[in-house]
């Protein structure tokens, strides 16, 4: 007898997207949707034994960076690791359409200074075979993948095809100018774009140290670009800023105008900054004030510090300022390794490192409290004194000649986690406060970006293995962990069709031994294109992944499915 579906996952512990307690049931797929819940007692042609294991929809994760990436490469790693099933990209104001052939480069230094990605490996991997947004969007949807990817229109890129060298130099749009925005951006959202992303801050430059072009961006500028989302009928707008002035709320009364004239959803990123450790809870308020007034509008937020791995495989180390080590930055790990070794190095090395700091970076790699031996498994929510300068005061030495050992022992391959954000009081109850806020996403992971020193496209599975089950205090309901995750993500960039297990929602989904979840340690990998570098981390516990019915991923490996697809603009239930 033929089979009745396509997929049934049977009898596993049911966190189905809404936030409804955990239940047992089945689940039956065919033709790439959800066909039934509960009970099934038809066949199916594939069947997966969940007893004992946690079902949930594929987690949506909003905050990516795999613009460059998704054009060469078919798995979206690490993501597609951590349960992700849908992917969003385009954030804080970055990526690589539209484009004039002129500006190729200008982009690929933007990407490469904001989001620290080898500018060689997108020289070599970018096929430029696109223009204009929707010829980008185009270029991926060529390309089948192990999950679905949405993108966003960057303000740099629309900006510098707009205004060439004076979007650089951070000019004011004129009239002409913004009118033409205006237009691209609507053209893009009828492409398919999923929202509009732009930057204001100050982190953001190239890797020459020019600020992103969109910084000083008008207000009527702006408005022009919401306008034309407006007109197109969708999209989200994506702020991040630095909020730095003794006024934030003027910069939110700018966006109430920007809502109220466009109607559209908003989303901002909010962290806590260690310098003004409550300053995040003034922003969210105000984020609150938006939606009171009516605007769909949310902060993003992420589940675990936000922090970079120093090491010698990295981009960084502690000791990145110092004229000797400069000298030798460049030689491979093994080479530096052999180097470091040497007593007559050590020696000079560690009396630069005693000079006076010169700049705020020098001063952020010196705070040997805040660095932390990751370890394997890593530990995101580290205690105060298991750091690297409390290990030196209980040895009565000096931090830096223990921070200097820890990067030569283990063969170079040590990574140290210097949280700076999330993390001023040595735990994460700020996280736990801002998960809990209504009017909060969990997002920030930064999948595919910053690939040589941070690595948080695990969020999604520290989210449940941390939060749900191993932090020692406050930990949260799995079930609604789990909605974070899915139903409440995708609903916010307008995704109806996925993110719940229900009939006729997209058959994405996850099978978890919940007890084995965990993250595993980054490793570094030089499988770029041209060589470069980047971390990569992979997670245990996913007994199998599901995109559109189609088992992408079975215990941790690939199976060799590509059913993921381009995902263009909203999409209804």
Request: glycine share 10%.
């Amino acid at each position: 007898m033929a089979a009745e579906f396509d997929l049934v996952v049977r009898g596993g512990s049911m966190a189905d997207g809404t936030g409804a307690p955990l239940h047992q049931a089945d689940v039956a797929v065919k033709g790439g949707k959800i066909a039934a819940v509960g009970s099934v007692t038809g066949r199916g042609a594939e069947e997966i034994d969940a007893r004992g294991l946690l079902v949930t929809p594929g987690f949506v994760d909003i905050h990516t960076h795999y613009d460059g990436q998704a054009t060469w490469d078919s798995r979206l790693q690490p993501s597609s690791w951590h349960g992700v099933t849908t992917a969003v990209m385009g954030n804080c104001g970055v990526g690589f359409a539209p484009v004039k052939v002129g500006d190729r480069q200008r982009l690929i230094e933007l990407m490469e200074g904001v989001e620290d990605i080898p500018g060689a490996a997108l020289d070599e991997g970018l096929a430029w075979s696109w223009e204009s947004f929707g010829q980008y969007l185009d270029a991926l949807e060529a390309r089948p993948r192990d999950m679905d990817l949405g993108a966003q229109l960057p303000h740099g890129a629309l900006r510098v095809f707009v205004m060439g060298e004076r979007a650089a130099r951070l000019e004011e749009a004129t009239p002409e100018e913004v009118a033409q925005m205006r237009r691209l951006a609507g053209e893009a959202m009828r492409a398919g774009a999923l929202g509009f992303s732009t930057s204001r801050t100050l982190n953001h430059r190239t890797v020459k140290g020019d600020p992103t072009p969109s910084l000083r961006a008008s207000e009527a500028e702006l408005l022009g670009i919401a306008l034309g989302m407006k007109e197109a009928g969708a999209g989200v707008i994506e702020f991040i800023s630095d909020f730095n002035t003794p006024d934030p709320e003027s910069e939110f009364e700018m966006i109430d105008r920007l809502l109220t004239a466009s109607g559209r959803p908003f989303s901002v990123s909010l962290a806590q900054r260690h310098s003004k450790p409550d300053s995040w809870r003034r922003l969210l308020g105000l984020v609150e004030g938006l939606a009171a007034k009516g605007h769909a509008a949310k902060a993003q937020v992420a589940p675990r510090p936000i922090g970079v791995l120093q090491g010698l495989q990295a981009s960084r180390i502690p000791f990145s300022m110092c004229r000797s080590y400069k000298a030798i930055a460049n030689k491979s790990v093994a080479e530096r390794l052999a180097i470091m070794r040497d007593s007559a190095f050590r020696a000079q090395l560690l009396k630069e490192a005693h000079e006076p700091l010169r700049s705020e970076m020098a001063a952020r790699l010196a705070d040997y409290d805040r660095m932390f031996p990751l370890g394997d498994p890593p530990d995101y929510e580290p205690a105060e004194e298991s750091s690297l300068g409390a290990r030196a005061r209980r040895e009565g030495r000096d931090p830096r000649e223990v921070v200097y050992d820890y990067l030569i022992e283990g063969e170079g391959r040590n990574f140290i986690f210097a949280p700076f954000a999330n993390f001023a009081a040595y735990n994460l109850d700020c996280c736990s406060e801002m998960m809990q806020s209504p009017h909060t996403l969990i997002g920030l992971g930064d999948g595919g970006a910053h690939v040589g020193i941070i690595s948080d496209g695990s969020f999604p599975t520290s989210l449940l293995a941390h939060w749900g089950r191993d932090r020692a205090t406050g930990r949260l309901d799995v079930s609604w962990l789990v909605r974070r995750q899915t139903l409440d993500n995708a609903r916010a960039v307008g995704l109806a069709d996925r993110g719940r297990v229900a009939p006729g929602y997209k058959a994405d989904l996850n099978v978890i031994n919940f007890d084995k979840l965990r993250v595993e340690a980054p490793v570094m990998k030089w499988d770029l294109p041209a060589g470069g570098k980047r971390l990569l981390q992979k997670a245990r516990g996913y007994r199998a992944t599901i995109v559109s019915g189609a088992v992408t991923y079975r215990d941790g490996e690939a199976t060799g499915a590509l059913p993921g697809r381009l995902v263009r603009g909203p999409q209804a239930l």
